[in-house]
């Protein structure tokens, strides 16, 4: 017996009804996405802070330079 003759023989009562979806549940997706967001955001944020003392402090170390002691601090 193949999958598609298993399916016709099947009563009707005993296949189960599509629900949809509760509300609640779209509103932890929702609320969900937007705690990913903000951990991203803060990430993004938190790297664009350190790019241009990380920045200057590579650029006199490749350069041969003795970096500044304020660069030695970050």
Sequence with gaps: MT???CREQAPAQTRR???ALAPASA???VLLIGVVSMFSDM???GAR??????LDL???LVA???????????
Excluded: I, K, N
């Excluded at 802070?49 to 990380?54: M, Q, V």
């Excluded at 041969?64 to 970050?74: E, K």
């Design 43 to 45: 990430t993004h944020e």
């Design 27 to 29: 509103l932890c997706f």
């Design 17 to 19: 009804p599509r629900t």
């Design 3 to 5: 999958l598609p003759e």
């Design 58 to 60: 590579l650029d006199h």
């Design 49 to 54: 802070g350190l790019e241009s003392g990380l």
């Design 64 to 74: 041969g330079r003795q970096p500044s002691r304020a660069l030695l601090l970050l």
